[in-house]
């Protein structure tokens, strides 16, 4: 009787175990390309009919071994660390003396932030402290003694490194019983973090109570405090700053897997900090124009949208709300740096009360700003001067010569800004003008005592130039006075400017600035940009970005993202010098959405369905056409048609409308496949194949290779803070040698959105505040990691500035502020860096998801910028994002396993359509176009023919439901002949 | 009612436990399944039938086969559950979700964790008297 119920039960689990693994078994089936890509596997082998002594490795790895690459990957990232770590305050505390005896405090020295919370750009190795070194062994590789007491009070805590500042322990609690021992350094370390998904709690980058009482409990322990600040996004430190007991405070990132090595070496003095920040310190995290626009409203009609939206496209879970950019292009330090400017000038009430967080009275600069975009310090001087300026043709050339003044090598930075006349014409029309603005910068190499260098840094006039979106709808360059300006961050190089003006402290300056550091360039006459040509176009890796000329004029394209046009003048109040009171803006405008905006947000009536195929275009051709006979030919080699007209009609689908991070073989044309996945962030997403397991020489005790996840680097803040832009480019390399390990042929990333402000969730894998950092940053990033096959996705275009509500809220936002900030951060990985790929955002720009966008993705990337890849979707979870947008100029959706858009991308419904097929088949088109020029056809020649296999999973995963279908049926039997024997015992 | 259970050993009482968690993983599913990820109405088809064939065996276990028809219906509704709510799981593990947590889906999850471990104890014991 027992061992009936024992055979009954055992066959139920049977039965439980078979459906569930049936269930799993479909939905990796689902995803094989997917899985393939996890697993290191592949459903398809290449067999190559011809003589195989063509050598098919088109693109090579550039490293011996994965050791040898490993050793060069955690030095670069000691080297971006060392050179990225900013110095904001030093009065001699540092460096420490050799071999000092320190204390390490507060819950972020045991927990430091590596990267980002979460998302595919967060860190990897979490808890691996062989590859993630600790504080303490950073601390002790560089000679120091750690304090282990306290070092194990804060470890015995366990508090985790995404843990809320709320959670910094007692600083009563600390043990102090042998901390004279370690006292020639009290080392308190504060973090944030923020991740994917959500942006931060207001307040959460202000410093806490307990946080204070922490870094009073370090003034006790040593005379020599030193506080570092580990967060990617800016920290309110004006209480250290003013706080004369805290001898130094140090600035870094996400540190990745070895920044740890180089801060000791910082702290230690054998690396001498040049860092500089990419986001202004403000003395409020809260007081930014932007700031006050944070989050999103909800239509005051939200109902009515809802009511017209379409149940099967739906509108996103964020598709009834909005946010606004009332800051207009005042984002970061242009807003406070103008109005700074304007408070010395007496001009636009900028000493109104609106926007003032700490000024005791009227708003003040000195109050309100603890460190400027640019600012960090050195353990030695440096003396610059700006040699020559010239505007010749449309290209600025600065010459800087930089010598080292102090006592000991460094490398410093040459950072040079520009203020524009922001003449009658402007306000009249609503030109906005920065008072000081970033053009370009470069750094030198390391410098010793008296040394010296001169770097030479060119741009665009073009990057200089306002968008003019009223009157002449078209870049402009202003008559006048251009002030060019070099100094040590932003605010300096505007009191330079100020003092070629002729102002003073007495005149309400911060300090005295040097006109020596002032070139002017006076611009006879009015220019408008409308087909902008550049005389230089080209890419150097030496502070030189220039645009590739196209044909495209440029025009107004985003009316329907600004309230004012769609709605009516007025209804959104945008940030003005003219009226810095009238036009300060503390919460985002309600409005109701009209019947057009209905319309677009819920995609009823935007798009038009075509005529049926017909004989329009051919597909599923018999031809003998192989993808390689395309390789190295233009775009619109008419190769292309033929090799296009062989593709079957349910591959065109699988190669647009399938799979997260990869794109199916194509069988007829020999066409291999690919590999992608995330990011620039951190490192590739995906961990090194198992054909590299062997033991480590770069980490001891670590046997496999594929147990080592690549994603290492310290965060994007980090490596703009070196504003070292030939680093950044070697960076981009060492990301394309890493693809080779980790078996991917594209690379997602750099993220080039904006730190609006500080509190939003993906700040750590974006660069900066400033756009023109983005540009130049992202634009060598993007050439570096193209430079060897690789293919750059940046993301994610655009205006992805925040996580609130990013499934599908709207971004309102005036054309100048869309084209100086959130697109031209955009435009020089694309127009400079020719990116082949961009990922589009999950937002509306305007009522129109990106995807949908027509004006974003043909006229502004394709045509203005001369974008020759393809576009695709971040992941594209929510209907709204949905197949139909391939014909507005989306290329590829981003589709995680079981979720497809099968429905609107079907053989039945294309053949129905000319106008999406034609769509499908000009996105294919691009994205094969861009793949054999890549790394993707590695091993693949004109002899070479794709043929399907079965990856052992497969065959393990239906070899595992066959056996428990097997023992299910067993089960069931032996219920069924036990059942027989009980009735005839029972008889 | 008490004709019916007269002469009913625990398992089926234990059977019944699990069917009223799989009747809470219905309702909450057809509550949590309104966020962006999406609603299967497979799910609560299979959880109905399960149901219906839980009552049915409880009625009376024929062949002693209850448990294992009912775990077949239930687990191919958590498989078609587990299925369509993959991206679900992993973008809460890796905290990217487009949709909090809801006490709707942690209903369901719970729900449907021990419908699955009612239903094996449920196995294991007599359903009815004379078997």
Known sequence: MKLNLLSRGLTVILVFIFTTMLGLTSLAFEARADVNQMLGTSSYKLVDIGDASEDTNYFKKTTQSIDSFMDEKLALIEEIVGEGTVLLKNDGTLPLASGASVTALGKASTALVYGGSSGNAAIGNTGNSEINWTLKRGLESAGFSVNPTVWSYYESLGLDYKSDPLTEPDPAGIPVDDVTAYSDAAIVVLSRVSGEGNDAADGYYELTNTELSLVAKAEEISDKVVVIVNSPSALAVNALKNDSKVGAILQVGGLGARGTKALGSILSGAVNPSGKLTDIYAADSRSSAAYQMAGTAEYTNAADILAAADSVLGIGAGGTKYTVFSEGIYVGYKYYETRYEDTVLKEGNADGSAGTFKSSGSWNYGEEVDYSFGYGLSYTTFEQELVDLTVQDDVITAVVRVRNTGLVPGKDVVQLYVQSPYTAYDKENCVEKSAIQLVNFGKTALLQPNEEETLTLKMDTYNIASYDYKNAKAWILDDGTYYFAIGNGAHEALNNVLAAKGKTVSDGMTAEGDSSLVKTWDNSSFTTLTNPAFTENGFTTQNGLYHYNSDAEVTNRLGDADLNLLLGEGTVTYLTRSDWQGSWSSGIAAVAANQKMIDHITFLPVYEKGEPVGDTYQYGVEGAMNIMMARGKDYDDEIWEDLLDQLMVEEMIATVGKNFGAIDPILGISFPGTSDNDGVGSGPAVNYSSEYDQGSTAFSGIAKYSSVDPRMYPSETIQASTFNQELTYRTGEMLSEDCYYAGLTSLWGPGLDLHRHPYAGRNFEYYSEDSMMTYITGAQMVAGLQSNGVVAGPKHFAFNDQETDRYGFAVYVNEQAARENSLRAFEGAVAVGKAMNVMTSLNRIGPDWVGESDELQNDILRTEWGFMGYTITDNALEPYMCGRSIAFGNDKLMLLPGNNRDSELNKESLLNDVNLFAAVREACHRILYVFVNSKAVNGVSSSVQIVQTTPWWETALIDIDVIFGCLTALGIVGMLASGGKKDKEGK | ?131
């Open chain 2, 1 to 131: 009612m008490s004709g019916i259970l007269k002469n009913k050993r625990p398992g089926v009482f234990v059977n019944l436990i699990a069917t009223a968690f799989a009747l809470a993983a219905l309702i909450a599913y057809s509550v949590a399944g309104q966020d962006s990820y999406g609603f299967v109405p497979a799910v609560d088809v299979l959880l109905g039938l399960g149901i219906v064939a839980s009552l049915v065996f409880t009625w009376h276990d024929f062949f002693g086969f209850g448990p294992a028809v009912v775990m077949a219906l239930f687990g191919a509704g958590f498989a078609v559950f587990l299925n369509s709510r993959f991206m679900y799981y992993s973008h809460q593990y890796y905290g990217i979700a487009s949709d909090p947590i809801t006490t709707a889906m942690i209903v369901t999850t719970v729900a449907f964790a021990g419908m699955i471990v009612f239903e094996i104890i449920s196995a294991f014991m007599r359903w009815e008297g004379n078997r």
